[in-house]
């Protein structure tokens, strides 16, 4: 088993390797954001459309 | 033959319902299945004897790349359905897609850039497999912005959806660039059935990280949908019952 400072190095690569797996890893968790903020912003207006639509009648 | 199973699958409230229903179905072993990908590409997987642990990119790159080419495959076959059939459902899927690919061909092209600089000594190259990931990249961006240019949706619909059918043609072009043409990049190491180029220590966590984004692009791709069909959706009386909750 490696030590944790050899791991951290990746073997000299870890100018490459790091911010390769941070910016993927920020991508996913940008799509999960985005999704979960698309899906309750499509909430909150339909809210207000059956809301509106209820005053006009 | 009866359709009714068909027209019941396309209708919005069914859609909405059971899009809800399957998401968790496939968030969870998603989030397992990176989690455990990481763990065999990080720590488990041996160093390459040429590229040492510099290799370790592949476990994020090439999943980005895949996420990338298939998530365009879906977007186009969606689109060609939703003109073909006018099934509004599919012009749903679509467009749910697009911000989807877009975000991981951006990933895909920023690792390989990452991967290119100590391995052939550049960020970029104008190589074949580079700039069609990188046209992939604008075929994205202007199928978003043509809907963005229309207020009608069915409008944007049928116009964006021409465009997701003829840019599909840069998909298979994205695959073989590396056969067809000399290029930086190496031949594929996955695709090729019978003879896999890697040791299983390195191509097992390869294989999980590549199931594990498929399953995460169909849990993105189930929320997002959801949240198509709820802004397509005008003054139907389930939606009432959808939002209530």
């Known amino acids: 088993m490696r030590s944790l400072a050899e791991f951290f190095d990746m073997g000299g690569y870890a100018a490459f390797v790091w911010p390769s797996y941070v910016i993927t890893f920020g991508v996913i968790a940008l799509n999960v954001y985005w999704a979960r903020r698309a899906l309750e912003r499509a909430r909150v207006a339909a809210r207000r459309r059956l809301a509106s639509q209820g005053e006009a009648r | 033959m009866t359709w009714t199973w068909f027209h019941r699958l396309a209708s919005p409230p069914h859609i ?31 160093p390459d004897y040429q590229q040492g642990d510099g290799f370790r990119i592949i ?39 697009a911000p989807i690919g877009a975000s991981f061909t951006v990933a895909a092209l920023v690792t390989g850039s990452l991967w290119g600089q100590p391995m052939w000594g550049t960020y970029w ?14 075929l994205y961006l202007g199928y978003m912005g043509l ?18 059918i ?50 995460l692009f169909v849990a993105l791709l189930l929320v997002r949908l959801r949240a198509e069909v709820l ?3 005008r003054a139907a009386n389930w939606i009432r019952e959808a939002v209530s909750a």
């Open chain 2, 59 to 97: 476990y994020v790159h090439a999943p980005s790349a895949w996420m990338s080419l298939m998530v365009y495959t879906t977007m186009a076959v969606a689109a060609a359905v939703g003109l073909i059939w006018r099934m509004k459902v599919a012009h749903a899927v679509a467009a749910s897609c």
């Open chain 2, 166 to 215: 003829v840019g599909v043609v840069n998909v298979p072009i994205i695959h073989y660039s590396v056969t067809w043409w000399n290029s930086l990049h190496q031949a594929p190491s996955v695709m090729q059935l019978g003879k896999p180029k890697m040791p299983l220590s390195m191509l097992t966590p390869l294989l999980i990280m590549l199931l594990g984004f498929t399953l």
């Open chain 2, 16 to 46: 909405y319902g059971l899009a809800g229903r399957l998401t968790p179905w496939f968030a969870w072993p998603a989030a397992l299945l990176i989690i455990a990908g990481l763990w065999g590409g990080l720590v488990l997987a041996p």
């Open chain 2, 125 to 138: 190259q104008w190589d074949p497999r580079l700039t069609s990931e990188l046209i992939l990249l604008f």
């Open chain 2, 147 to 164: 809907r963005a240019g229309f207020d009608d949706v069915q409008r944007a619909d049928r116009a964006s959806a021409v465009l997701a």
């Open chain 2, 231 to 233: 802004n397509r959706e």
